[in-house]
């Protein structure tokens, strides 16, 4: 008989339905393995994205737009996980007690390794800083635009 293996495959939120922005992370031997990844992706996103103070609906609303979708692929439907709804309890929990609850941390992939560390040891994927980057750049731009059209500025 052959042994059901678990695939964990990655989505961008910020990119949805956007094959080419999903990827493999790895097949894993048992369900509860796939699973502590996917939550250790999702628990890492939040982390990198919560701020004190910040509401539970405006972290989950940060993570349906730029976090990483990871999903199982080989379960049942008895077991199936959701990043979107796992994501809703952890930013649940997160604002009851305004402080991250503790997270077994977990080194995600290779890949991972070679990401860029923030001064807080968290992983940034190179994608979400030009991301980041772009949007800063835009609002500075906009901002040059309106005072040199005088709608900002001295009066």
Not at 10 to 23: C, G, K, R
């Amino acid at each position: 008989m052959d042994m059901v293996r678990y695939t964990v495959r990655v989505a961008d939120n910020f990119h949805y339905a956007d094959e080419s922005e999903t990827y493999t992370l790895g097949t894993f031997d048992t369900v509860d393995e796939a699973l502590l990844r996917c939550k250790a992706i999702v628990d890492d996103f939040l982390a990198t994205g919560h701020v004190p103070g910040m509401s539970a609906e405006s972290l989950y609303q940060h993570y349906i737009t730029f976090g990483d979708d990871p999903f199982i692929v080989g379960q049942t439907s008895d077991e199936r996980f959701s990043a979107w709804d796992y994501a809703r309890q952890r930013c649940d929990a997160i604002a009851r007690t305004n402080a991250l609850p503790p997270v077994a941390r977990i080194p995600v992939t290779q890949k991972e390794q070679s990401m860029p560390a923030t001064d807080n040891g968290h992983r940034v994927e190179p994608r979400h800083l030009a991301v980041t980057v772009g949007v800063f750049l835009s609002l500075g731009l906009l901002a040059l635009c309106l005072v040199v059209s005088g709608v900002l500025g001295p009066r």
